[in-house]
C-alpha cells in the first residue's frame, strides 16, 4: 500500500503547527500537568482559565523579567500553548493517535516524515513530550507509541532518560537503546521489543504484556579476529576489517552496523578512511587493495600490483595517492582517481608492515621486518633516510600533527620518538611488555596511543615522555588503536572479536562493541558514593561500603533503604563510575541486551503468555524481590 502526497503532507502539516514553540516550554507544561495532576489534558486547554494559568506558571519560571519583557515573553507562551493546544485537538481524530504507525503500511508516511524533521531539535522534544503525556492521558497513548516509535526510528539517543510511567502500546521500539533509563511503573502493551537495549535500566512494577521479541542462536560482527579499525574523519562512522574477509560499517552514535563490504577473497589486514570521509581502502592477504565508496558501498577500483599480501594503506593529506606496503618487500603508490600505479620504492629487503604520509604530503615513511624505517622523497623517489634503532621488526609508523615527530612501534616491546629533520631519536617510551602492534598521535600531537599484544593499551605524554594511563579490558591480543576526531575517544581492535570505546580524559572503557553474547557484571554507585552495587553472572546482587571496602550484610542497619538509592546515579554523569555492560551493541543480528537491568516485581509476559523474567536472567539482569529472599 502506498501513500499519496496528500497524505504524507498531512502528517507533516499537523507536525508542522509546532515547529517553532520554544523546545523549553515543553518541559515546564508537562512538570505543572503533573503537579496538578491533569488528566484530561484536551479538556483542561479547553479552558481559558485553565490556559491562562498555566502561562502564568511558564512565565515563573523565569526571572527579573521587566514589565515590557513580561508582556512579549506572555504573548510567546500564549502562542506557544495555543499551538500545543491546536495540535493536541486535531491529532485526537488524527491517523497517527488511531493507528500502529509501526507497521509496513505505514512506513512511507513515518519514513517521510522523518526526512523533513529528522534534524530539527524542537521536533524531537516535542516527541519526547507526547511520550511523556502517556503518563497522564489514555486517550493519547497511540500518539505516545507513536512518537517513541519515531525516535528510536530516528536514533535519537534515549540513554540516561527517566520514562518512569509511561504508557506504550501498538507499537515496535526494535532497537531502541534504553540504556540506563528509568523504566520503572511504565506499561507496555503489544510492543515489538526485539532487541532492545536495557542494559542497567531500571524496571520497577512494569506491566509489559503481549510483547513481541525475537530472539537468534547466534551474535555476530565479525566472524573471527578484528584486525582493524578506523574512525571516519566526521566521527559518525567505525570501519572494522577481520580475518572473516569483510570490512563493517557501523553507527558510533547507534552502534547499529550500516554496511558490509564484501570484495576481498582472504583476511582483511588494514583500512584507511580518505581524508573527507568519501571513500575507503581496504588490503589483505588476497594481494589486492580495494577502493570502496562509503555512500552506495560499492567498489570504486582494484588495485593489481603487488606480488604478496599487503599489509598497510594509506591516504596522501590530499587524497589523491595511497600508499601500500607489502611482504613483497616493496612500497607503492597510486593514484587514487585512476587507480593507476604511479611509483614503486624498494629498499627493504623484509616485510613492510607500516607506512605513513607527513602532514605535508611530501615524505613518506615505512616501517619492516628488516628492523628499519626509511623515509622516502615523493618527488624523487628516493630514500631519504634510514632510521636505526629498533631491535626486531618495526609495526607501526605515525607523524605527529605538526610533522616534527615520527613514532614507531616494534616486536623488541619498544615505542620510539624520532626527530623528522635530523633522524636522530629524542625518546625510548618502554612500558609494554610483549610486542607494540600499532601507535597513534591523538589530533593535537600531546598524546601518543600505543597497543599491544600484552592485551593492553596504553597512553603516553609526548612532553614529557611519560606514561599517562594503561587501558585494560580486552583479553587478547590487541591489534588497533585510533582516536577519533576531536581525540576524546579512543578506538581499539583486538584478536577477542570486540572493538572497544575508551574515554581519553578519564582512561575508562567507555563502551564494549561486540557481536557475540556475554554475561557481564554491572556496577553502579548510590547517589552519594558511599555503596557501591554489583551483579554477577551468579545471579546474585551484592552491596559494598565503599570506605571499608566489605560487603554489606542483609542484616546491616543500612541494607533496608539502599535499593531506592540506586535510582539517581543512573542519571548523573558520575566520572568514577565504571561501566562493565555494553552500552552499544555491534551486531548483524539484534538481541535483546539486558546485563545489569534492575527488576523488581511487574509482569514480562510475551504474546504467547509466557514469563520473560527468565529470559532478562540469563542476559544478566537482577531479579531484586528473590534476591531480597535469598
Not at 531539535?121 to 519515531?150: A, M
Not at 584507511?272 to 555512500?295: E, T, V
Not at 625510548?428 to 599491544?452: E, I, M, Y
Request: some cysteine; proline content about 2%; aromatic content about 10%.
Amino acid at each position: 500500500m502506498h501513500c499519496t502526497f496528500e497524505q504524507k503532507d498531512a502528517i507533516f502539516n499537523l507536525f508542522a503547527q509546532v515547529n517553532d514553540v520554544d523546545e523549553q516550554i515543553f518541559s515546564f507544561i508537562l512538570k505543572i500537568f503533573k503537579k496538578e495532576k491533569v488528566f484530561d489534558i484536551i479538556q483542561y486547554l479547553s479552558d481559558q482559565e485553565n490556559k491562562r494559568h498555566l502561562e502564568q506558571q511558564v512565565l515563573q519560571q523565569q526571572e527579573n523579567l521587566t514589565q515590557v519583557d513580561y508582556q512579549k515573553k506572555l504573548q510567546v507562551a500564549s502562542s506557544n500553548i495555543q499551538k500545543i493546544t491546536n495540535f493536541i485537538n486535531k491529532v485526537k481524530d488524527h491517523d497517527f493517535n488511531n493507528k500502529d504507525y509501526s507497521k509496513e503500511e505505514n512506513q512511507e508516511s513515518i519514513k517521510d516524515l522523518i526526512k523533513r524533521i529528522k534534524d530539527d531539535k524542537q521536533f524531537i522534544e516535542f516527541l519526547q513530550f507526547l511520550v511523556h503525556l502517556t503518563t497522564l492521558d489514555k486517550t493519547l497513548i497511540q500518539c505516545g507509541s507513536n512518537s517513541l516509535h519515531l525516535l528510536v526510528q530516528m536514533k535519537v539517543d534515549l540513554r540516561n532518560k527517566n520514562l518512569e510511567n509511561i504508557k506504550i502500546e501498538n507499537t515496535s521500539l526494535v532497537g531502541a537503546n534504553f540504556v540506563r533509563c528509568n523504566l520503572s511503573g511504565s506499561e507496555f502493551n503489544n510492543v515489538n521489543i526485539s532487541g532492545i537495549n536495557l542494559n542497567g535500566a531500571l524496571l520497577f512494577n512494569c506491566k509489559w504484556n503481549n510483547l513481541k521479541i525475537l530472539e537468534f542462536n547466534n551474535l555476530d560482527g565479525h566472524d573471527g579476529y578484528v584486525s582493524s579499525v578506523c574512525i571516519s574523519p566526521d566521527g559518525s562512522t567505525l570501519a572494522s576489517s577481520g580475518y572473516d574477509k569483510f570490512i563493517r560499517l557501523w553507527d558510533i552514535k547507534t552502534g547499529q552496523l550500516k554496511a558490509t563490504l564484501d570484495g576481498h577473497a582472504n583476511p582483511v589486514w588494514s583500512i584507511c578512511f580518505s581524508p573527507d570521509g568519501s571513500a575507503l581502502a581496504s588490503s589483505g592477504y588476497d594481494k589486492f587493495i580495494i577502493l570502496w565508496d562509503i555512500k552506495t558501498g560499492q567498489q570504486k577500483a582494484k588495485l593489481d600490483g603487488h606480488a604478496n599480501c599487503v599489509y598497510s594503506v594509506c591516504f596522501s593529506p590530499d587524497g589523491n595517492r595511497l600508499a601500500s606496503g607489502s611482504s613483497d618487500k616493496s612500497i607503492r603508490l597510486w593514484d587514487v582517481k585512476t587507480g593507476q600505479q604511479k611509483a614503486k620504492f624498494d629498499g627493504h629487503n623484509s616485510q613492510v608492515y607500516s607506512v605513513c604520509f607527513s602532514p605535508d604530503g611530501t615524505t613518506l615513511v615505512s616501517g619492516g621486518y628488516d628492523k628499519f624505517i626509511r623515509q622516502w622523497d615523493l618527488k624523487t623517489g628516493l630514500q631519504k633516510a634510514q632510521l636505526n634503532g629498533h631491535t626486531s621488526p618495526v609495526y607501526s609508523v605515525c607523524f605527529s600533527p605538526d610533522g616534527s615527530t615520527l613514532a614507531s612501534g616494534s616486536d623488541d616491546k619498544s615505542i620510539r620518538l624520532w626527530d623528522v629533520k635530523t633522524g636522530q631519536q629524542k625518546v625510548n617510551l618502554t612500558g609494554h611488555n610483549d610486542t607494540v602492534r600499532q601507535v597513534c598521535f591523538s589530533p593535537d600531537g600531546t598524546k601518543l596511543a600505543s597497543c599491544s599484544y600484552d592485551k593492553s593499551i596504553r597512553l603516553w605524554d609526548i612532553k614529557t615522555g611519560q606514561q599517562q594511563g594503561k587501558l585494560d579490558g580486552h583479553t587478547f591480543y590487541v591489534y588497533s588503536v585510533f582516536f577519533s576526531p576531536d581525540g576524546t575517544v579512543l578506538a581499539s581492535g583486538s584478536d577477542d572479536m570486540t572493538i572497544r570505546l575508551w574515554d581519553i580524559n578519564t582512561g575508562q572503557q567507555k563502551d564494549k562493541l561486540d557481536g557475540h553474547q556475554y554475561y557481564y557484571n554491572s556496577v553502579c554507585f548510590s547517589s552519594d558514593g558511599t555503596i557501591l552495587a554489583t551483579g554477577s553472572k551468579d545471579d546474585s546482587l551484592r552491596l559494598w561500603d565503599v570506605k571499608t571496602a566489605k560487603e554489606i550484610q542483609a542484616t546491616d542497619k543500612i541494607y533496608k533503604n539502599i535499593v531506592a538509592q540506586f535510582k539517581t546515579p543512573l542519571f548523573q554523569q558520575n566520572p568514577f563510575q565504571v561501566s562493565s555492560y555494553s552500552i552499544l551493541v555491534i551486531s548483524k543480528q539484534i538481541n535483546l541486551q539486558a546485563q545489569g537491568t534492575q527488576i523488581l516485581k511487574g509482569e514480562f509476559i510475551n504474546h504467547q503468555g509466557k514469563d520473560l523474567r527468565p529470559l532478562f536472567l540469563s542476559k544478566g539482569s537482577c531479579i531484586l524481590e528473590g534476591l531480597m529472599q535469598k
